[in-house]
């Protein structure tokens, strides 16, 4: 289980270290146009590691990138309407149209991490059944 847990949190890790820097990058956005994506970055990778612990034990490691794409519309729907993360950074309202796109981008997005998740748990129960 803990190679779950250790799979999804690295993932998200990478993914989030990656993102901040596009933010950083990206000269139309400032800090405190985005700060509220630091709330959701720093609880993503407890929530990735806690989502691959309780993936239903048939789907892992196959099933994986599923399951993650779950976790994407989950995600998604929280950010793009609970939150409204794309009105509050532009600072105007983003259509809901424009917005339920963006739900269907990060399920998309989320399905190709997990990928690297499933990729990143084989790896590890290799390692451990190599060490065993």
């Known amino acids: 289980m803990l190679q779950r847990f250790a799979a999804g949190s690295a993932i998200a890790s990478v993914a989030i270290g990656l993102a901040a820097l596009v933010v950083l990058l990206t000269p139309a956005l400032s800090l405190q146009k985005v700060y509220p994506l630091a709330f959701v970055w720093c609880l993503a990778p407890l929530v990735w590691g806690l989502w691959a612990l309780i993936a239903p034990k048939a789907w892992v490691p196959q099933r994986l990138p599923l399951w993650g794409a779950i976790l994407g519309l989950i995600v998604g729907l929280f950010v793009m309407f609970v939150l409204n993360l794309p009105s509050r950074v532009a600072g105007q309202p ?8 963006g739900v269907l981008f990060a399920v998309v997005v ?9 990729a990143a748990y084989r790896s590890l129960t290799a390692l451990r059944t190599e060490a065993a």
Do not use: A, N
């Open 94 to 101: 983003v259509p809901r149209l424009l917005r339920g796109v």
């Open 110 to 118: 989320y399905y190709l991490l997990w990928m690297l998740v499933r």
